[in-house]
């Protein structure tokens, strides 16, 4: 076993262990060692990138950090839980030609790459942010194109609120036309806004790997539940 692969397993274990979501993480591994684990391709999209820093936080720290932390945390735990994931970015840059406008070149390389991957399904990471400083919490965005984005949010968002944010009394919502990726997807996509970078306390937590670790955890848990129970 490479060494890689063995210490995303024992964090794994770990991180089931302090959560106490033992009997879950048993039930996800007897689920992918069957067919359903390759009913989809998971793309993973960690937001903004490059010289688009996303929201910033109350301490200056820029949300495209945050999205990839959890974003390449999240594909190990994916790949070790059986399913086939890819990254959209696996470092600070954007998707865009030369010459052209680069935002918008970057989201249309975006959802091309996500409809170029055969049975794919969209989780991208970003972080929310809000006049009011108590707002707090992760919420998900899903697509209004198919019938099972509400239902992947609706997985992710529960077990979060029962082992990571049992104060969390915030809803899923259906994108708009604003959300492009969503708007445009032609597979199962969610946008998951892991929480408040203009919340202090939460602005603080999203930046500790161990706190990134639990969010890409349940978000990989709460796929995995989608899979099991719905395809």
């Known amino acids: 076993m490479k060494k890689a692969t063995l210490i995303v397993l024992i964090v794994i274990f770990t991180f089931s262990s302090c959560l106490g979501i033992n009997t879950y993480f048993k039930h996800n591994f007897a689920v992918n060692n069957g067919a359903k684990s390759n009913r989809i391709n998971l793309v993973i999209d960690a937001g903004h990138g490059g010289i688009d820093a996303g929201t910033i936080g109350v301490d200056n720290a820029n949300e495209k950090d945050i999205n990839l932390g959890i974003a390449l945390k999240l594909y190990d735990f994916i790949r070790i839980s059986g399913i086939n994931a890819s990254l959209i970015r696996s470092g600070d840059y954007q998707f865009y030609k030369k010459g052209d406008n680069t935002k918008r070149s970057d989201l249309y390389n975006r959802m091309d790459y996500i409809n170029s991957v055969d049975k794919s399904t969209l989780i991208s990471i970003h972080q929310n942010h809000f006049d009011d400083e108590k707002e707090h919490g992760m919420q998900i965005w899903y697509s209004p194109n198919d019938n099972k984005s509400p239902v992947l949010a609706n997985s992710i968002l529960n077990i979060t609120k029962e082992f990571l944010q049992p104060d969390n009394n915030r809803l899923n919502k259906k994108s708009d036309s604003s959300y492009y990726l969503l708007h445009k997807a032609k597979v199962p996509s969610v946008m998951v ?6 919340n202090r306390e939460e602005n603080k937590k999203l930046q500790d ?18 899979i099991t129970e719905e395809l």
């Open 193 to 198: 806004e892991c929480g408040f970078m203009s």
């Open 209 to 226: 790997e161990k706190y990134q670790n639990k969010l890409a955890y349940l978000i990989m848990l709460g796929l995995n539940i989608y």
